[in-house]
C-alpha cells in the first residue's frame, strides 16, 4: 500500500532527526564551479548542503540550475489507476489477478486496486473515460465481477520514465549531485533498494557492481561515444 508506505517513511525520517519540508518547490539547484552547493527554494530561501538527491520524479530533468549535460533525461508517462470496492465486504478475489494489460489488487477492507494505463501524453494528468473504460474492460474479461463494484477514486499519476526504462540511482556528474529518480513503473518496488544504494553513494562506499546498470552518468558516456 503505496500510502501507507509513504506515510511510515516520512515518520521514520522524522523519527531519526530529518525534517521533512512539505509544500517546499524547490526551483533550482545551486552551483559554485562544478559543484552543487544546496537548493533554491521557489519563494527563494537557500538551503546550503553537501550532497543533493534529486529525487522530483517525472520533473527530475526540469530543475533550474543545472547545466544540461549534467541532468538526466526523464520523461513523463501517464498511468491511470482505479480505487473501488465491494460494498458486500472482501472476497471476490483474494489474491493479485495480473492479465497482460491490467491487474486487480486485493485489500482486506474489501477495496481493490485495478491498473493501470501506460499512456505516452507528456504533462497531460486528466482521468480519461477512455482509460477508465480499458481498465475495467481488460479485467472484467477475466473476473466478470468487477463490474459489480462501487467507483471510490479514480487516480492518475506521472511516472518517472527513462531512455532504457531502468533508474537512475547514484552520483551525478557534478560533485555533491546525486539522483533516484526514473523509476518509471517499479518505484514503490524499488524502494528498499534505491534506499540501500543512495545511503551507500552518500557516504563514499563503494558500490556494487550491479549498480553499473543504473548509474545515472550512463547517458552522457553514451552521448559521448556517439
Ligand atoms: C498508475 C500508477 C501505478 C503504479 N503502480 C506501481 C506499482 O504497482 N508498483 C510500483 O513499484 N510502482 C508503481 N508505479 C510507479 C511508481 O509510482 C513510481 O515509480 C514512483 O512513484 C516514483 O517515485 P519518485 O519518488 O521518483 O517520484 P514521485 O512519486 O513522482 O515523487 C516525486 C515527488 O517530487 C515532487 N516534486 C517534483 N518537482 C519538485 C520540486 N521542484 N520541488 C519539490 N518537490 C518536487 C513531486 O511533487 C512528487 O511528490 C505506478 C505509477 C502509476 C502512475
New binding site residues.
Given amino acids: 500500500e503505496?500510502r501507507a508506505l509513504?506515510a511510515a517513511l516520512a515518520e521514520a525520517v522524522e523519527r531519526a532527526g530529518g525534517v521533512i519540508r512539505a509544500r517546499?518547490?524547490?526551483?533550482a539547484l545551486t552551483v559554485d564551479r562544478d559543484r552543487v552547493t544546496g537548493?533554491r527554494?521557489?519563494g527563494g530561501e537557500l538551503l546550503p548542503a553537501d550532497s543533493v538527491v534529486v529525487?522530483?520524479?517525472?520533473?527530475?530533468a526540469?530543475?533550474e540550475g543545472l547545466p544540461v549535460s549534467a541532468r538526466v533525461p526523464v520523461r513523463p508517462?501517464?498511468?491511470?489507476?482505479l480505487r473501488l470496492r465491494d460494498p458486500r465486504g472482501p472476497g471476490l478475489v483474494n489474491r493479485t489477478i495480473r492479465t497482460p494489460d491490467a491487474?486487480l489488487?486485493p485489500r482486506p477492507d474489501g477495496g481493490y486496486?485495478l491498473?493501470?494505463?501506460v499512456e505516452e501524453r507528456g504533462w497531460d494528468s486528466a482521468p480519461t473515460a477512455g482509460g477508465v473504460f480499458e481498465l475495467i474492460r481488460d479485467l472484467s474479461e477475466v473476473i466478470p465481477g468487477v463490474l459489480e463494484l462501487e467507483i471510490g477514486e479514480i487516480?492518475?499519476?506521472?511516472?518517472?520514465g527513462s531512455p532504457d526504462n531502468l533508474?537512475s540511482i547514484g552520483p551525478g556528474l557534478m560533485a555533491g549531485l546525486h539522483w533516484?529518480?526514473?523509476?518509471?513503473?517499479?518505484?514503490?518496488?524499488?524502494?528498499p533498494l534505491t534506499a540501500d544504494l543512495m545511503a551507500a553513494a552518500l557516504v563514499g562506499e563503494p558500490l556494487p557492481e550491479w549498480a553499473t546498470a543504473v548509474d545515472p552518468r550512463r547517458f552522457a558516456r553514451l552521448e559521448a561515444a556517439r
Avoid at 517546499?24 to 526551483?27: C, E, I, K, L, M
Avoid at 508517462?77 to 489507476?81: D, F, H, L, N, S
Avoid at 487516480?155 to 518517472?160: A, E, K, M, N, S
Fill in positions: 503505496p509513504a517546499s518547490r524547490v526551483q537548493v527554494l521557489a529525487a522530483a520524479g517525472a520533473w527530475s526540469k530543475l508517462v501517464k498511468g491511470q489507476i491487474y489488487v486496486v491498473g493501470a494505463s487516480g492518475v499519476g506521472l511516472r518517472p533508474p533516484a529518480t526514473g523509476h518509471y513503473r517499479n518505484g514503490i518496488l524499488l524502494t
